[in-house]
């Protein structure tokens, strides 16, 4: 077996363009804590930081055969870091924007829409936040919630413990309570 802790970056780089799973994990060990306290240090909070993290390391996985690194291996996972942050600034910047747009819609009293189509747009950005989860969190929650299925059943069906998938349930709760909090505070005032 290859010890590739030894070699260099770009080493790593061009044996990964051809698919080795063993140095997509030294990658992977490598650059995951200092990536994550990047990640961290701006965006301030865990769980973000980890699926900044965990969406680089899978986007390296998923393109490595059309890769290319313009400097580094490490400035390419900085700059894939920087930019998932962005992303999601921006994300949470136009949810900010949306509910501004309603409190200002409530406050000039113009408001004539009924409840069911309040419920329709609130259900619409919890459908599009429940898909903006990783995908094996996503399918274990949509499992959980809208299949009504027990953390056995789940279990069983995906090939995983029970508490496995309680931490997953319990992470993307967690998660969309978060970021749908402002949003859903607002729909509370119609």
């Known amino acids: 077996m290859t010890d590739y802790s030894k070699f260099t970056d770009r080493e790593l780089a061009a044996i990964l363009k051809e698919g080795n799973p063993l140095v997509y994990t030294e990658i992977f060990d490598r650059y995951k804590v200092i990536l994550y306290r990047h990640a961290f240090r701006l965006l301030n909070n865990q769980e973000e930081a980890n699926d900044v993290i965990q969406d680089v390391f899978l986007t390296l996985w998923d393109k490595r ?111 969309l309570r978060l970021k749908l909090t402002s949003i859903s505070a607002i729909f509370l005032f119609f």
């Open 65 to 175: 055969e059309n890769l290319s690194f313009k400097s580094s291996l490490s400035a390419y996972l900085y700059s894939s870091v920087r930019n998932r942050i962005f992303d999601l600034i921006s994300h949470q910047k136009v949810i900010s924007k949306y509910a501004d747009s309603i409190r200002d819609f409530i406050a000039e009293g113009n408001y004539t829409a009924d409840g069911q189509i309040r419920e329709k747009q609130l259900a619409t950005i919890i459908e599009k936040e429940i898909a903006a989860l990783p995908s094996k969190m996503r399918t274990v929650f949509e499992l959980s919630r809208q299949d009504e299925l027990s953390y056995k059943q789940i279990g069983q069906q995906l090939n995983i413990s029970d508490k496995t998938v309680k931490q997953q349930v319990h992470n993307a709760v967690k998660i």
